[in-house]
């Protein structure tokens, strides 16, 4: 929360306030702007304030907070990359966790690590680590409502993950039940994604560790195409379409 209010005084003092309705500039008093539109405007000018990495980081997420859209993780992750970056990790990381923890929306976050994070080879591997993969046995161990809930998120939005990368923290998540809905996601995810990873017959064992309702949507359709060796949905066309005529 205080760091929404930090973004609301910083867009205020750029001449951008809420209003009923959305958003206005003192540019154009008359014309209504959406978060998304204040988004794509302001946001990446937060990283040219003069004061330091950590502290430009922290009012990006500020923003996030309050404007909810994902544009703002495009421009976390353009200044990550960009001239001055990388951005202070632990800063960085830290804001994705907390948002993945918190009771309310993170679409705008977990499409963010979807996408822009685990669909690049290049970061999904330290990007996982960071949000999941080195936490996952205080997970399994401390059992909050908070760590469950950014592993419940994390592991549904984690297809595009390489299976070397994600596999173990898979194998420990298996372990608490809470979790077993997600890993059945970042299962489903893993095969039906166009980035997605997963080597079939590990996959199908784990998928046989999980305690669902045997009329889970698609779980037949899953363990049917990962029993005949299919890695990817795009790698196999046809293969799922084959799974639903056997399982119908």
Not at 57 to 82: H, P, S
Not at 113 to 139: K, N, Q, Y
């Amino acid at each position: 929360m205080q760091a929404e209010q930090t973004a609301r005084r910083w867009l205020a003092d750029q001449g951008v306030s809420q209003v009923r309705g959305g958003w206005v500039s003192d540019v154009e008093p008359d014309v209504l702007l959406t978060a998304n539109q204040v988004a794509h405007s302001w946001a990446g000018d937060v990283f040219a304030e003069d004061v330091d990495a950590a502290d430009q980081v922290r009012l990006a997420f500020g923003l996030l907070d309050l404007l909810d859209e994902y544009w703002v993780t495009c421009e976390i992750r353009f200044a990550n990359e960009g001239a001055e970056g990388p951005l202070p990790a632990d800063v960085l990381w830290d804001g994705y966790r907390q948002r993945l923890e918190a009771d309310r929306d993170a679409e705008a976050v977990t499409y963010s690590l979807w996408v822009d994070w685990f669909e690049d080879h290049v970061t999904s591997a330290s990007a996982f680590a960071e949000v999941l993969g080195t936490d996952i046995d205080r997970v399994v161990a401390e059992r909050s409502e908070a760590l469950l809930r950014r592993a419940r998120r994390v592991l549904e939005c984690s297809g595009p993950v390489r299976w070397a990368v994600k596999e173990p923290t898979y194998r420990t998540a298996v372990r608490l039940p809470a979790l077993h809905p997600a890993l059945f996601r970042g299962l489903l995810t893993s095969f039906h994604d166009v980035y997605g990873d997963l080597e079939p017959a590990d996959a199908l064992a784990l998928l046989d560790r999980l305690d669902l309702p045997t009329d889970t949507l698609h779980l037949a359709e899953l363990r049917h195409v990962l029993a005949a060796g299919h890695r990817n949905h795009y790698r196999s066309p046809g293969a799922w379409d084959d799974a639903v005529r056997s399982c119908s």
